[in-house]
């Protein structure tokens, strides 16, 4: 027995040495995918869950290094980790920005969900690159009408937590130029209601990990319940992530959401196909 744990502990070693190696790699590799142009950026419709309309889209991150697709699960902690997350998630926005000007160009513009790491208002400087960005590129656009209001922004409940007073003025003043905050996987971290109670925000996603308990009994849908009827009494918009299947989706329809993301629809899709299909349904 002595001799398995020692291979087991041995394997566990070779385990964490080949994932600090495959980490390290990712590191070296991530500082130059901007420059090579590696990311692109897919778009997953957002549906009414009665008419089958596409209401809004989540924009999210592709790395493409080597003809390989890298999981965002793996490389953003790395991105967070080593900062780079912060051009990065520049990039993203500045990509976003441009969808939404050329689908408005369109007649097509529907507001679009950006993805914000909670490392990108970690200090007050961050903070404040953050509504530096903003400024710059609505003059960089030469825009008047900025179409803030096409905006949604999704935060995780890890930077609710941190309960800083700059943080609730920085969201605060977003909501201020038309942005809104969506807060992301809803229920998973140490969430607390008072939290909600507390921050500015207008919408909570709830975690496709809570969407895929539905079928496994009453007690996660009554907690499914409790999320939705707190989010209305709080006047906050709903989202359900993670619909994969007509009974998740029967379920979701029962409690009276509006608004739901999910395979059962669409996956994630590039721009090209996005467009597309927003310009067939715009036809139909
Ligand atoms: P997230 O923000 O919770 O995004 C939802 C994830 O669920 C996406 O994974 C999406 O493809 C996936 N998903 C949507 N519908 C379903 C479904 O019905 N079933 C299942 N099993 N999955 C579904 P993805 O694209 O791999 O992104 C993973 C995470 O990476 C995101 O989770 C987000 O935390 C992060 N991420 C992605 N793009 C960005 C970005 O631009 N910036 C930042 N900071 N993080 C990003
Ligand atoms: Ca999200
Ligand atoms: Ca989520
Ligand atoms: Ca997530």
């Keep these: 027995a002595k001799a398995r744990g020692r291979n087991c502990l041995q394997f566990f070693n070779q385990q964490i040495q080949k994932d600090a190696e495959r980490n390290a790699e990712l590191h070296l590799y991530l500082k130059t995918a901007l420059a090579q142009h590696e990311f692109e950026l897919y778009y997953q419709p957002i549906v009414n869950p009665f008419t089958s309309q596409i209401i809004k889209a989540e924009v999210l991150l592709r790395w493409i290094h080597d003809g390989k697709f890298i999981s965002p699960d793996e490389f953003i902690p790395i991105a967070e980790e080593s900062g780079l ?21 369109r007649q097509l513009a529907i507001p679009l969900s950006i993805n914000v790491s909670t490392i990108e208002f970690w200090t007050a400087d961050l903070q404040q690159r953050f509504l530096a960005y903003f400024d710059a590129i609505q003059k960089q656009f030469g825009l008047d009408d900025f179409p803030y209001s096409l905006i949604t922004l999704e935060i995780t409940e890890s930077l609710m937590m941190k309960q800083q007073k700059s943080i609730n003025l920085l969201l605060t003043e977003l909501r201020h130029r038309g942005m809104k905050i969506s807060v992301d996987d809803f229920g998973t971290g140490y ?22 308990k539905i079928t496994s009994g009453s007690r996660h849908k009554a907690l499914i319940e409790a999320i939705v009827s707190m989010s209305r009494a709080l006047d906050l918009s709903i989202v359900a992530e993670g619909v994969e299947t007509q009974e998740e989706l029967e379920f979701i329809k029962q ?23 927003l310009a067939k349904q715009a036809q139909s």
């Design 255 to 277: 409690q009276d959401i509006q608004a739901v993301q999910g395979y059962h629809f669409y996956r994630p899709m590039p721009q090209e196909a996005f467009f597309d299909l």
């Design 191 to 212: 969430s607390s209601l008072s939290y909600l109670v507390n921050f500015p925000v207008d919408q909570i996603k709830i975690d496709k990990s809570f969407i895929q």
């Design 85 to 105: 997350i912060v051009q990065i998630g520049e990039w993203v926005r500045t990509q976003a920005l441009t969808s939404i000007l050329a689908l408005q160009q």
